[in-house]
């Protein structure tokens, strides 16, 4: 007889998360719940929110700015941006960054449309800082990797650039704490399944306990809870 499944969740999530750190969450969620299926999708935020709103998706994982009147928001943890510099480059030899470490630098700008944009160019703005802007992504692994081939820096999440260190990338953190905000999504006329409850908070202490490591191992910058 055919083993009895015992249901399935639909995630979908933004390239930050989908890159490595979800589905890795995802996988050790699932090997301690064998009856549980999943279908997981990364796409953009905009993406995600539709998805959930349109019942394609049971939960969401987007960037934290967006609204939709068929959407319930829940925000998870804050994480800071992190500066990513290619291997060798002079700044590498700093253990924190600053806006003016960046006057003159090649920048890899992230979209041109999300609210994370609008406040990674207004700190270098704030700072009188002149970036020559060369490249644009909407997509921070695209980002590490134009990084990583000595195109420019950029300033990423702490998901995606933990996910490239190994890939001919410097992370240090970054001052001033500069947050990539995002939260889980669900669909607001339905209460989350129960195992859909238990992934959105066992994923919130999961990103806790990362920023946290990330803190400690003199990566990231104090938490703002």
Same mark, same amino acid.
């Given at each position: 007889?055919?083993?009895q ?8 999530a ?8 979800l589905?890795?969450f995802a996988?050790h969620?699932?090997? =301690?719940r #064998?009856k549980?299926?999943l279908v997981?999708?990364?796409?953009? +935020?905009? $993406?995600? !929110?539709?998805?959930v ?5 049971d939960?969401?994982?987007a ?8 959407v319930?928001?829940?925000r998870?943890?804050r994480a800071?941006?992190m ?10 030899r700093?253990?924190r ?6 006057e003159g630098?090649?920048?890899?700008s992230l979209g ?5 944009r ?7 703005a704030d ?6 802007m060369?490249? =644009?992504t #909407? ?5 590490c990797s134009l990084?990583g +081939?000595? $195109?420019g !820096?950029t300033?990423c ?12 990338i410097v992370?240090?953190?970054?001052e ?11 669909a607001?006329?339905r209460?989350?399944?129960p195992?859909a409850r238990e992934f959105?908070?066992n994923?919130?202490?999961h ?8 803190q400690?191992?003199g990566?990231?910058?104090p938490?703002?809870?």
């Open positions: 007889a055919a083993l499944r015992a249901g399935f969740l639909r995630i979908a933004l390239p930050a998360l989908a890159n490595g750190f589905p890795r996988g969620f699932l090997v =301690e #064998p549980l299926d997981l999708s990364g796409l953009v +935020s905009h $993406a995600v !929110v539709a998805a709103a349109q019942g394609q998706s939960l969401g994982f960037e934290g700015s967006i609204e939709h009147a068929a319930r928001l829940e998870m943890p800071p941006y500066a990513v510099l290619p291997q060798g480059h002079r700044l590498a700093k253990s960054l600053r806006p003016t470490d960046f630098e090649n920048f890899i041109h449309s999300s609210v994370s609008f406040r990674i160019d207004r700190v270098f700072h009188g800082v002149r970036r020559i060369r490249i =644009e #909407p997509l921070s692994e695209i980002a990084a +081939s000595g $195109a !820096v300033l999440d702490p998901f995606t650039a933990t996910e490239y260190a190994s890939r001919g992370v240090r953190p970054f001033p704490r500069v947050d990539f905000e995002f939260a889980a999504l669900y607001a006329q209460t989350p399944s195992v959105i908070d994923f919130r202490t990103i806790s306990t990362f920023l946290r490591q990330q400690c191992e990566r990231g910058v938490l703002s809870v």
